[in-house]
C-alpha cells in the first residue's frame, strides 16, 4: 500500500509527511532536552530554556548539514540537477551529516555559555533518539531507506517487491534506546557523557549491521560510508565512555 507523501495543501503549497515527522521529532528533542535539564537542576551552566537557545542554531544547521554530506556523496547526479540540491521535502536527509554538523554547533554554543559539553550531550542524547525514530517514517511515506528482497512476514511492498523494512528496524532501536536512557540510565547515571556514549555505541553498531541490508547506501568506493562513519561513531563513544569515567574517578 503507497501512501501519498503529502499531507495537505494549504495556498497552493504541498506540506509533506516528511516535513511534518521532522518537525515533529524536534520538537519532542527540544522538549525532552529541556526536560533532562530540569532534572539536573540546570548545573553546569544549563539553564532554563536552553533547549531552546541550542536548538536555534543546532537543528538549521543540523539539517543543512544532513543535507550537504547526501549531496556531496551523491554529487554524480546533484551536479546534473542543481536545482533540486535544497529540495529537501522530497527526502535525501544524510543522519551522520547531521548529527556532525549538530554536535560541532552544540560544542561552540556550550563555550560561548560555558556550559559543560558533556553535561548538555546527555540531556540531548534521549531526545535525539526518539526524534530519529519518528524520522524514519517520512522514510517509510517516501518509499526510501529500505532492504533488499526478502521473505519475512514482516516485509513491506516496493514497487511490487517484498524487502526488509530497514526504516522500521532503525526506528525500534531509536525509541528503545530512548526509553533505556529516559527512564532508566538518566537516574542511574554515574558520570557526564555517559548516556551520550551509549547512545553512540548502542545506535553505531545498530546502524552498521542495518545499513548493510539497505539498497540505497551512499559509497566510496567498495564502503559504505554510513558503516565506516558507524565504527567511528562506536570507538568516539568507548573513547568517551573510558576517558570520563576515569575523569569521576580520579575526582573522587
Known amino acids: 500500500m503507497k501512501i501519498n507523501p503529502v499531507a495537505f495543501t494549504i495556498f497552493g503549497i504541498e ?8 518537525a515533529l521529532g524536534v520538537f519532542l528533542a527540544i522538549f ?6 530540569e532534572r539536573k537542576n540546570y548545573t553546569e551552566g544549563l539553564y532554563k530554556d536552553i533547549s531552546t537557545d541550542v536548538s536555534l542554531f543546532a537543528v ?46 552544540i560544542y561552540f554554543f556550550c563555550r560561548k555559555k560555558k556550559v559543560n559539553y558533556w553535561t548538555l550531550l546527555d540531556c540531548i542524547a534521549p531526545g535525539l533518539a526518539l526524534a530519529q525514530a519518528i524520522g524514519r517514517w517520512g522514510n517509510y511515506i517516501n518509499g526510501e ?13 516496493v514497487n511490487g517487491e517484498r524487502v526488509h523494512p530497514t526504516f522500521f528496524y532503525e ?14 540510565l538518566s537516574k542511574k547515571q554515574k558520570f557526564d557523557g555517559e548516556l551520550i556514549s551509549f547512545y553512540m555505541i548502542v545506535y553505531g553498531i545498530a546502524r552498521f549491521f542495518i545499513e548493510g541490508m539497505r539498497t ?3 559509497y566510496i568506493g567498495v564502503f559504505r560510508v554510513s558503516q ?3 565504527l567511528g561513531i562506536i570507538i568516539f563513544g568507548i573513547a ?6 576515569s575523569r569521576q574517578k580520579n575526582i573522587k
Open 15 to 22: 506540506v509533506k509527511w516528511y516535513g511534518i515527522l521532522i
Open 32 to 37: 525532552f532536552t529541556e526536560k533532562m535539564a
Open 60 to 105: 538549521l544547521i543540523g539539517v543543512l548539514g544532513a543535507r550537504l554530506y547526501y549531496v556531496i556523496f551523491e554529487w554524480e547526479y546533484y551536479s546534473q540537477h542543481l536545482n533540486e540540491i535544497f529540495a529537501i521535502r522530497n527526502g535525501g536527509l544524510a543522519i551522520y551529516g547531521g548529527i556532525i554538523a549538530g554536535g560541532l554547533t
Open 145 to 157: 531507506a529500505h532492504g533488499g528482497p526478502t521473505n519475512v512476514p514482516w516485509a513491506i511492498l
Open 171 to 184: 526506528s525500534i532501536v531509536n525509541f528503545s534506546i530512548f526509553l533505556f536512557l529516559y527512564f532508566y
Open 216 to 218: 540505497d547506501s551512499l
Open 228 to 230: 565506516l562513519v558507524s
Open 240 to 245: 568517551i565512555k573510558i576517558i570520563a569515567k
